[in-house]
């Protein structure tokens, strides 16, 4: 079974404060995904990267970066945390075309 | 690019009734569909992609290109049924486009 693990299930951070989301995969998967998922909104693709240093915006990349280093590690990144970027943040990762994606569990973000 | 829309937040059905959550897409071309399943206070997964043709869970989606939808379908619900449930596709091959979701209740 593939894992995709993430590395806190719940954050508070304050604003301006600059966070870290950490993601890693265990099955070679070179495409790695992030979201966020807000109510009524669904989910929304941050970045994504299809390979170690490569990386693409998604549709709501503002006040986001990321960081591939490695090929099982994705990094999420917010520079000058604000509170309307309390949500919900999803990884993932996929392997071949025509496959699924693979979700991690999950971490809540709260800005204060 | 490619949207997928699901009209319903909410669909609240008795057990044992059908259910029939929907997604809608504008794409022209051959479209690659999925739909995913969360249930309370776990991650999302996969149910069924519209390429395998499979039932899970007892549910089925078929693509209707006249249409333009694929719509998930149970004939009866039961309440571990109710969960959250989004409709996706990816465009571009790597960017997935999610509905809005769809939020299933089967009362009892």
């Not at chain 1, 979201?35 to 709501?60: T, W």
């Amino acid at each position: 079974d593939v894992k995709v693990t993430q590395s806190s299930r719940y954050l508070v951070k304050r604003t301006g404060e600059k966070v870290f989301l950490e993601c890693v995969q265990d099955m070679d998967h070179e495409n790695m995904f992030w979201y966020r998922q807000d109510p009524g909104l669904g989910l929304r693709l941050i970045y994504f990267s299809y390979d170690v240093k490569m990386k693409e915006k998604g549709d709501i990349p503002e006040g986001y970066s990321v960081s591939r280093e490695k090929k099982e590690r994705f990094s999420l990144i917010l520079e000058s945390a604000s509170t309307n970027q309390t949500s919900m943040y999803l990884c993932a990762s996929r392997g071949p075309r025509g496959e699924t994606q693979y979700f991690g569990p999950g971490t809540r973000l709260l800005v204060l | 690019a490619q949207r997928v829309t699901q009209p319903e937040k909410l669909l609240s059905v008795f057990k044992g009734a059908p259910v029939e959550l929907k997604c809608n897409y504008s794409y022209s071309g051959s479209p690659e569909l999925f739909w995913y399943v969360q249930y309370s206070r776990q991650r999302l997964q996969l149910l069924l992609r519209h390429i395998s043709r499979e039932s899970i869970k007892g549910f089925t989606a078929d693509l209707n290109k006249g249409e333009t939808s694929f719509h998930l379908k149970k004939p009866f619900a039961q309440e571990e049924d109710s969960a959250m449930y989004y409709c996706a596709s990816p465009y571009n091959f790597n960017k997935f486009y999610f509905g809005s979701g769809t939020k299933l209740n089967v009362k009892p």
